[in-house]
């Protein structure tokens, strides 16, 4: 706010004119207060602002949701300060929820202040980048500017949730043991059929029922191994599918999805790599452990929309990126003409599955309700369930998800094992 | 510290007012009052534009005054108070902007007093002035008082280009 207003001036110009053009003194004297007011400001002109500031967060790597608490200490190194604003730049994206970014306070030479204020913003990365600080004499008539870098960095992670169990069944699994099912007979839990007894099997194996009915010949039960598998995320940030009326995403429920399929996946053991489709190339390499659940997470924190002519249709998916035959999870909402390459994903020995955030529910719901939304909603209805109809018979799994219900409460019931086991083609609905 | 400005702004407008309802001038003295309760209801509840019109109209009412031959001691003193209110106005809108320092609670009231001490003085040294100019009296020739003007209005276009200018900016 400019102190020095244009009512001010107008104010004593006007008095001193109109007071000269009358020839009315007592005018004149009526600007005088207005006039000393000025002039005293020239005598009390702030010198040069000299500030050391130290900023500290609570964290620099929170979870959605999460504050984080800012807290910073000015010394001023100069002269005395009879005003001065201290005004922390908050980068957009982020709200305030305690505290103020703004101190207004008077410093002596040596003198250290603190400010402290809290954070919460949505998931990416930000960077605070200085303090602005005004000097002014206590009326505030000249101020004197000047911007502290002080950077800092933290970043804001999508919330992962834990997930049971994904019920996935890829054909190609690693030798490392883990919790999917590997089509392979040997050490585990769940019954996978009888072989004849060899030496060092177990006795504990034998299934005397089958052994009964052979004389001479043992029988044992084999177990299905479970083992870790190459997984690779492909998570769809085109325009195309996610933007919708009124600036609406679906992007920030893929996210999510993408974010607790990653957690779920790591720790069962899979290594997990993560593609983000729109744009740049984005590419997380496949690996595993906590350190590929922050990379992925980290990357999944700047994830956004992008329009790009190149990635207008799947067709151009780099999936060289992700080895042979591995499981591919791909999140979204999908367009008919990306029906092709998913069906060439599938030729070339992918198992896919694919979590396609409902388009029509969410923007059906933005549209209001008149005969002529809900006529249109049926008709793209019948289009969406062609092309998923389509794509569950090229083996791919669909989870067709009404991002109503959040993620990992829709994914608890839909993609167990039990859920696999349930709809032997695949089918699943949520 | 609000209270200070609102007792400010409701004596600068009853002040007018009451030059006027000496006078027997009551539609001037009622929007005198509507001047003040204006002011006063963007101060109450956030900035707004309402301060502007109504420095400028009871700086009118006191100004036409002088044409209707009011006592310009009490015009000064209301101007002196208009002054007062329009900058506490100002300084409690921008201090409720800002946090306090937690080490030291007791800072927006420490801030308001050393302002009110300088903003004191300013005010008294203005009347003081105000008055000398109303009451001495200096004989001068025409081509003087054009000189005094002239320099009065470089001046003030002076200082007002140099709090223009005042401040800069500089990156550390």
Same mark, same amino acid.
């Given at each position: 706010m400019n102190k020095l207003s244009n009512t001010f001036i107008l104010l004593i110009y006007g008095l001193i004119l109109v007071g000269l053009a009358t020839l009315k003194g007592p005018l004149l004297a009526f600007a005088i207060p207005f006039v000393v007011y000025l002039t005293v400001g020239l005598f009390f002109e702030p010198e040069p602002v000299h500030l050391q500031a130290k900023r500290t967060l609570s964290t620099d790597r929170v979870n959605q949701d999460t504050p984080v608490t800012v807290h910073l200490k000015i010394k001023n190194?100069?002269?005395?300060?009879?005003?001065?604003?201290?005004?922390?730049?908050?980068?957009?994206?982020?709200?305030?929820?305690? @505290?103020?970014?703004?101190?207004?306070?008077?410093?002596?030479?040596?003198?250290?202040?603190?400010?402290?204020? %809290?954070?919460?913003?949505?998931?990416?990365?930000?960077?605070?980048?200085g303090l602005r600080t005004t000097a002014s004499d206590h009326l505030g008539l000249i101020r004197k500017y000047k911007d502290l870098a002080l950077s800092s960095r933290f970043v804001v992670l999508p919330e992962a949730y834990k997930l049971p169990e994904v019920g996935i069944r890829p054909r190609r699994t690693r030798v490392f043991p883990g919790l999917i099912p590997a089509r392979k007979g040997g050490p585990g839990v769940e019954f996978f059929g009888v072989r004849e007894y060899h030496s060092g099997d177990p006795m504990r194996w034998i299934n005397e029922r089958a052994s009964a009915r052979h004389e001479h010949t043992l029988f044992v039960n084999e177990f299905e191994q479970e083992r870790a598998t190459d997984i690779g995320l492909i998570l769809d940030c085109r325009i195309?599918? =996610?933007?919708?009326?009124? =600036? %609406?995403?679906?992007?920030?429920? @893929?996210?999510?999805a993408a974010?607790?399929?990653?957690?779920?996946?790591l720790n069962y053991g899979n290594q997990v790599g993560?593609?983000?489709? /729109? /744009?740049?190339? =984005?590419?997380? #390499?496949?690996?595993? /452990?906590?350190?590929?659940?922050?990379?992925?997470?980290?990357?999944?924190?700047?994830?956004?929309?992008?329009?790009?002519?190149?990635?207008?249709?799947?067709? =151009?998916?780099?999936? *060289?990126?992700?080895?042979? *035959?591995?499981?591919?999870?791909?999140?979204?909402?999908?367009?008919?003409?990306?029906?092709? %390459?998913?069906?060439?994903?599938?030729? #070339?020995?992918y198992p896919l599955l694919v979590i396609s955030p409902d388009p029509i529910h969410f923007e059906s719901k933005l549209l209001g309700s008149s005969q002529t939304v809900a006529q249109a909603v049926r008709i793209v209805r019948l289009e969406r369930d062609f092309l998923?109809?389509?794509?569950?018979?090229? @083996?791919?799994?669909?989870?067709?998800?009404?991002?109503?219900?959040?993620? #990992?409460?829709?994914?608890?019931?839909?993609?167990?094992? @039990?859920?696999?086991?349930?709809?032997?083609? /695949?089918?699943?609905?949520? | 510290?609000?209270?200070?400005?609102?007792?400010? !702004?409701? $004596?600068? $407008?009853?002040?007018?007012?009451? +030059?006027?309802?000496?006078?027997?001038?009551?539609?001037?003295?009622?929007?005198? &009052?509507?001047?003040?309760?204006?002011?006063?209801?963007?101060? +109450?509840?956030?900035?707004? +534009?309402?301060?502007? !019109?109504?420095? &400028?109209? &009871?700086?009118?009412?006191?100004?036409?005054?002088?044409?209707?031959?009011?006592a310009p001691v009490w015009l000064l003193t209301h101007f002196v108070i208009l002054l !007062?209110?329009?900058?506490?106005?100002?300084?409690?809108?921008? &201090? +409720?902007?800002?946090?306090?320092?937690?080490?030291r609670e007791k800072e927006p009231s420490a801030l308001f007093h050393a302002h009110l001490r300088r903003l004191g003085m300013v005010a008294g040294l203005g009347w003081c002035l105000g008055m000398a100019a109303l009451y001495v009296r200096v004989p001068t020739r025409f081509a003087g008082a054009l000189a005094l003007g002239l320099l009065v209005f470089l001046s003030l276009q002076g200082i007002v280009r140099f709090f223009d200018q005042g401040g800069g900016s500089n990156a550390e």
């Amino acid at each position: 706010m400019n102190k020095l207003s244009n009512t001010f001036i107008l104010l004593i110009y006007g008095l001193i004119l109109v007071g000269l053009a009358t020839l009315k003194g007592p005018l004149l004297a009526f600007a005088i207060p207005f006039v000393v007011y000025l002039t005293v400001g020239l005598f009390f002109e702030p010198e040069p602002v000299h500030l050391q500031a130290k900023r500290t967060l609570s964290t620099d790597r929170v979870n959605q949701d999460t504050p984080v608490t800012v807290h910073l200490k000015i010394k001023n190194e100069g002269s005395s300060i009879e005003n001065l604003l201290i005004e922390d730049i908050v980068p957009a994206g982020l709200q305030i929820i305690e @505290g103020n970014p703004k101190l207004m306070t008077s410093m002596k030479p040596g003198e250290t202040v603190t400010l402290s204020y %809290t954070l919460c913003g949505a998931r990416g990365y930000y960077h605070l980048p200085g303090l602005r600080t005004t000097a002014s004499d206590h009326l505030g008539l000249i101020r004197k500017y000047k911007d502290l870098a002080l950077s800092s960095r933290f970043v804001v992670l999508p919330e992962a949730y834990k997930l049971p169990e994904v019920g996935i069944r890829p054909r190609r699994t690693r030798v490392f043991p883990g919790l999917i099912p590997a089509r392979k007979g040997g050490p585990g839990v769940e019954f996978f059929g009888v072989r004849e007894y060899h030496s060092g099997d177990p006795m504990r194996w034998i299934n005397e029922r089958a052994s009964a009915r052979h004389e001479h010949t043992l029988f044992v039960n084999e177990f299905e191994q479970e083992r870790a598998t190459d997984i690779g995320l492909i998570l769809d940030c085109r325009i195309e599918t =996610n933007l919708f009326r009124g =600036n %609406t995403e679906l992007l920030e429920h @893929g996210t999510q999805a993408a974010a607790t399929l990653a957690e779920s996946f790591l720790n069962y053991g899979n290594q997990v790599g993560l593609l983000i489709y /729109g /744009g740049m190339r =984005n590419w997380v #390499h496949p690996g595993y /452990g906590k350190i590929q659940r922050e990379r992925i997470l980290r990357a999944l924190a700047t994830v956004r929309l992008y329009d790009s002519y190149v990635s207008q249709e799947l067709v =151009n998916m780099p999936t *060289r990126l992700f080895p042979a *035959r591995s499981q591919l999870v791909l999140i979204s909402s999908l367009l008919f003409q990306d029906l092709p %390459t998913l069906i060439a994903l599938r030729a #070339h020995g992918y198992p896919l599955l694919v979590i396609s955030p409902d388009p029509i529910h969410f923007e059906s719901k933005l549209l209001g309700s008149s005969q002529t939304v809900a006529q249109a909603v049926r008709i793209v209805r019948l289009e969406r369930d062609f092309l998923l109809r389509l794509l569950r018979r090229t @083996g791919a799994r669909v989870f067709d998800w009404q991002v109503d219900q959040p993620f #990992h409460q829709a994914a608890h019931y839909a993609l167990t094992h @039990g859920a696999a086991w349930r709809t032997s083609q /695949g089918v699943v609905h949520a | 510290m609000r209270r200070v400005a609102v007792i400010a !702004i409701v $004596s600068g $407008s009853l002040g007018m007012g009451g +030059q006027y309802a000496v006078d027997g001038r009551w539609g001037m003295v009622l929007a005198c &009052l509507l001047a003040g309760a204006l002011w006063l209801f963007p101060t +109450q509840y956030g900035a707004g +534009q309402r301060p502007t !019109i109504s420095l &400028l109209f &009871l700086a009118g009412a006191g100004g036409a005054g002088v044409y209707l031959d009011y006592a310009p001691v009490w015009l000064l003193t209301h101007f002196v108070i208009l002054l !007062i209110a329009w900058d506490l106005d100002h300084f409690t809108r921008v &201090l +409720q902007q800002f946090s306090k320092d937690h080490a030291r609670e007791k800072e927006p009231s420490a801030l308001f007093h050393a302002h009110l001490r300088r903003l004191g003085m300013v005010a008294g040294l203005g009347w003081c002035l105000g008055m000398a100019a109303l009451y001495v009296r200096v004989p001068t020739r025409f081509a003087g008082a054009l000189a005094l003007g002239l320099l009065v209005f470089l001046s003030l276009q002076g200082i007002v280009r140099f709090f223009d200018q005042g401040g800069g900016s500089n990156a550390e």
